[in-house]
């Protein structure tokens, strides 16, 4: 199993990025997805999920109303629109699977024991 996320950079504040995710090697719609993200010296902080069909989505505090997750089962990519980007959202996002359909609620983001499969992650910096 393969999970490679792509997009990260570096933008201003206000500015916007699209992180993607490919998966490979594993049946996509059998796994709910998520994003997590780590600044440096923080701990890691679960962003958003998405269960198998995009029925269900989740989204910290942190990010709701800046950030949209989906994904498209047919190409096994997760997706991650950040809009409105502020320095604090600079980190390494990451992508991570768990072998459930449904796992995607509040608790889900602070559960990341669960997750199976995690890509190398992608870096995102924000400049003021």
């Known amino acids: 199993v393969q999970v490679v996320e792509s997009g990260g950079g570096l933008v201003q504040a206000g500015g916007s990025l699209r992180l993607s995710c490919t998966a490979s090697g594993l049946r996509f719609d059998d796994y709910s997805m998520s994003w997590f993200r780590q600044a440096p010296g923080k701990e890691r902080e679960g962003v958003s999920c998405?269960?198998?069909?995009?029925?269900?989505?989740y989204y910290s505090d942190s990010v709701k109303g800046r950030f949209t997750i989906s994904r498209d089962n047919a190409k096994g990519t997760l997706y991650l629109e950040m809009n409105s980007l502020k320095p604090e959202d600079t980190a390494m996002y990451y992508c991570?699977?768990?072998?459930?359909?449904?796992?995607?609620?509040?608790?889900?983001?602070?559960?990341?024991?669960?997750?199976?499969?995690w890509g190398q992650g992608t870096q995102v910096t924000v400049s003021s």
């Open positions: 991570a699977a768990v072998g459930s359909r449904g796992f995607c609620a509040g608790s889900s983001l602070s559960r990341s024991s669960k997750y199976t499969y």
């Open positions: 998405i269960s198998w069909n995009g029925g269900s989505t």
